[in-house]
């Protein structure tokens, strides 16, 4: 019979800061072999600017997300057309514009597995949980919940307000995961990626896709300092 389906997460980054989870969170998803969907909001340009320096632009996005997720090796060039020679190996990768509705994702009936919501602002937090729809993220968030898929909102803003901590709660109860991006010390990682893998791999522990981004608790009290010592006792390359 014919080909298997195609069945991606989808990756909707929104303009908070914390780009480098989103990154971190595509990575494990094609390294464990999953298609991703990917929608960027346009305040998530802004965010993936300041904090590494791509314009993340529609017409190249392939060679821009090849360079933010550090595959240009792989032969990707900012100025080349959306080929399959630019960003080539980032592997089974879509995007959809977040003005986009009438993108695949925007229906129930695309099947899609479900939507990670890697960094969520307080404002795609709330127009998830009112059901707003103002762009393709949140459209597809909504779509997600009334497919009964899964939906993980890794929200980052700290202090948070009470009408954000209210629109959480709603979240939790529509059966959204709520995932904060708060690293746990526990897994003994002392580098800034090793904390950023840790928030990245219990996403992919909420919809069960198998990654190695962190090392889990074991039930040793201990571990995670002994850890932390051993990588300190390596010197840094170059030295
Ligand atoms: C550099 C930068 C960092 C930001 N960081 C956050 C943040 O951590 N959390 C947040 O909720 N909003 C943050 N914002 C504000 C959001 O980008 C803004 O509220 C925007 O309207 C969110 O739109 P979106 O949800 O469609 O991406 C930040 C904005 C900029 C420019």
């Known amino acids: ?121 307080t404002g795609a937090v709330a127009g998830i949980a009112l059901g707003l729809s103002k762009d393709l993220l949140q459209r597809v968030a909504s779509v997600t919940l009334k497919e009964r898929r899964p939906l993980v909102v890794c929200v980052r803003e700290t202090p948070l307000n009470g009408v954000t901590l209210k629109h959480l709660v709603e979240l939790d109860a529509q059966g959204a995961v709520v995932l904060p991006a708060s690293p746990g010390f526990y897994a003994g990682g002392s580098t800034v990626r090793e904390l950023v893998d840790f928030v990245a791999g219990r996403v992919l522990d909420a919809v069960d896709v198998p990654h190695s981004l962190y090392l889990r608790w074991e039930g040793e009290l201990g571990a995670a300092a002994r850890r932390t010592d051993a990588n300190a006792a390596v010197p840094p390359e170059g030295e």
Do not use: C, N
């Not at 020679?85 to 980032?90: E, I, K, V």
């Open 1 to 121: 019979m014919g080909t298997a389906k195609r069945q991606p997460w989808v990756v909707g980054v929104s303009g908070a800061s914390g780009t480098p989870y989103a990154a971190s969170v595509i990575r494990g998803l094609l390294a464990a072999g999953e298609a991703v969907d990917l929608i960027v909001s346009r305040a998530a340009r802004l965010t993936i600017l300041d904090e590494t320096g791509i314009s993340f632009r529609d017409a190249h996005w392939r060679a821009d997300l090849a360079a933010w997720l550090g595959f240009e090796a792989a032969g990707a060039s900012g100025d080349t057309e959306d080929t399959e020679a630019s960003g080539g190996a980032l592997g089974d990768v879509r995007y959809w514009p977040a003005g986009d509705f009438a993108a695949g994702p925007s229906s129930g009936s695309y099947p899609a597995k479900g939507m990670l919501v890697v960094p969520a602002t």
